[in-house]
T-cell receptor, first 115, second 112 residues
């Protein structure tokens, strides 16, 4: 069975500071990994994905994540936080394959940006 | 523009009532999904469909039903058997061949 753990349900950083959102996964098969962002009362928007190509993945809005197999981690980072980054962030995992993706989500991390 | 449309945005259910949430996509995706979102619990998969006229249960299917008569449409019915239906419901499509799933803007269901 797959699972995802996001460390920290709430993270608060100052504007301009480094953003680090942690995600650890467990999977018995090589996984696909995703980070999504959700703004209030909206659906999820894809930030970036890992599908077994480069381990350092760059996404939208200046975010990136590094796949570390030895640590079973896929942490999300952004060098300099902006007020517009305030949202909820979800890490998700699915097994590699050609069929429908049965995504398993972490519980989410709410990011607050302090002016 | 291509995308996923969920309606209504807000829905209220009376005791003992079945309600149906609509999800339509014009992305030409074969696969579609329904998720339930509760505060602090992330998203949980209710049902998914890989192709027309076929669907499978997800992790929390009890009290829900779906149909997939058209490629573009995947409605979700919340039945009276679902005793705790208050949640935010998200529909998604895609997610095959390494591609990510695309999400609609959700329907918030509450109990009257």
């Amino acid at each position: 069975a797959q699972s995802v753990t996001q460390l920290g349900s709430h993270v608060s950083v100052s504007e301009g500071a480094l953003v680090l959102l942690r995600c650890n996964y467990s999977s018995s098969v090589p996984p696909y990994l995703f980070w999504y962002v959700q703004y209030p009362n909206k659906g999820l928007q894809l930030l970036l994905k890992y599908t077994s190509a480069a381990t350092l993945v760059k996404g939208i809005n200046g975010f990136e994540a590094e796949f570390k197999k030895s640590e079973t981690s896929f942490h999300l980072t952004k060098p300099s936080a902006h007020m517009s980054d305030a949202a909820e962030y979800f890490c998700a995992v699915s097994p590699q394959g050609r069929g429908a993706q049965k995504l398993v989500f972490g519980q989410g991390t709410r990011l607050t940006i302090n002016p | 523009d291509g995308g996923i449309t969920q309606s209504p945005k807000y829905l209220f259910r009376k005791e003992g009532q079945n309600v149906t949430l609509s999800c339509e996509q014009n992305l030409n995706h074969d696969a579609m999904y329904w998720y339930r979102q509760d505060p602090g619990q992330g998203l949980r998969l209710i049902y998914y469909s890989q192709i027309v006229n076929d669907f499978q249960k997800g992790d929390i299917a009890e009290g829900y039903s779906v149909s997939r008569e058209k490629k573009e449409s995947f409605p979700l019915t919340v039945t009276s058997a679902q005793k705790n239906p208050t949640a935010f419901y998200l529909c998604a499509s895609g997610g095959q061949e390494r591609k990510p799933q695309h999400f609609g803007d959700g329907t918030r269901l509450s109990i009257l």
